[in-house]
């Protein structure tokens, strides 16, 4: 096993960072978060649906805005390489800004402030020098956004047995496949698809393809709606859609582990933002014990009430501290390389895992502490606790990591006899 040496406390770059993004939230999304409740069109967290199902285009364009102001004050990619245009952020660091940025923005426009699955990530660092300036520098700037396309109607855990591949033209190539469960795939300016382009050479079998959205085959297919609402999620239909061998991101045949560091960036994300969102949880439920009576009484009086605010209170901390010392520990091993380091993805798995279900528990019994209220469909409690069930599925599920754990402790105890 690894044991981490680097500081988990914040550096002082994430305190001028926390620093700027309170002003931002005040100076710049309040305003927005203002206009977009005089349009009527719904809020970020419960947007209103057109009538495809989809995100309505005035909550998306506040999102823009937001995403672009952001990228202009130097706040909307921390987690990007320095020398691409990011801010060099580690994980550890990360971790403190991810907390941050969801427990003061909550459930609003704030969080668009910070690139998500639609904006830069570990994987289109790979971009090639020729593809750069049209893909990832507009991206760092938040005047576009993209969408990570590995998953498919029948494949989800198993990658290995998709049907989407790519074949060579001269020194272009054609994809043709299906692919679905895409955040944004609905408003994508282009995609991160991953292809089967070697079939039968295991994880050397795929690549990642930059496919832009308006390339002739590519085609937006219908809505996804699920359990989150928020009108994000739907198919993709790419038919002999061709693509030039710069759109390559790496090399060929270095999809799969392309894309597992963005999954993986996904399942690291989970430390901050279970954490941010565990303590607005924790703050707004004990705001409600507080205030709420009951037989003349505040319930934050009855045991029954301070044990839920105890065990919300237990998780957030055990989950925040599992991940910081996780990710202190994978900031010396290299949480995205390519090849990953063999100790990695138990690590990995670790801090998903743990922060899972650690906070499906605060949600939980944050809907418990707000009783009926905590029901209403469109409250910070309820919406919290779709997302919290949410979790468990994306980015692999639950189970899987736990197949992760699990592989990583035997192999461990294998080397040591």
Known sequence: MTSGTGS?????????????????????????????????????????LDEAGRMHRGVW??????????????????????????????????QHVEEFVYRNAGLGLGLAALAWTEGANPAIE??????RGRYLDPLLAGEATTAFANTEPAVGTDVLAMSTHARRDGSDWIINGHKAWITNSHFADFVQIVA?????????????????????????????PTMMADGLTGELELTDVRVPAENVVGEIGDGFALAMSWINWRRLCRGGMCAGWGSWLLDRAISRARTRTSGGRPIADLQAVQHLLADMDADVYAARSASLVAQAEL???????????????????????????????????AVQVHGATGLLQGSPEEKLFRVARNLKIPAGTVEIQRNAVARGLLRETAAAR
């Open 8 to 48: 988990i406390a914040p550096s002082e770059r994430v305190t001028d960072y926390t620093e700027r993004f309170r002003t931002f939230l005040d100076s710049d999304v309040a305003p927005l978060e203002e206009e977009l409740a005089r349009q009527g069109v719904g809020t970020a967290w419960q947007p209103h």
């Open 331 to 365: 900031d010396e091993l290299g949480p995205f390389g390519i090849p990953l380091h063999r100790d990695a993805p138990r690590l990995i798995s670790l801090v998903k895992v743990i922060n899972d279900e650690a906070f499906y528990r605060v949600a939980d019994n």
């Open 126 to 131: 790979h971009v090639s020098d020729a593809a």
């Open 196 to 224: 089967v382009t070697e079939p039968g050479a295991g994880t050397r079998s795929l690549s990642m393809f930059l496919v832009d959205a308006e390339a002739p085959g590519f085609v937006r297919g219908r809505d996804i």
């Open 61 to 94: 364009e506040a999102r823009r805005e937001v995403q672009r102001r952001s990228a202009a004050a130097g706040l909307y990619n921390p987690h990007i390489r320095a020398d691409l245009g990011g801010g060099g952020f580690n994980r550890v660091e990360m």
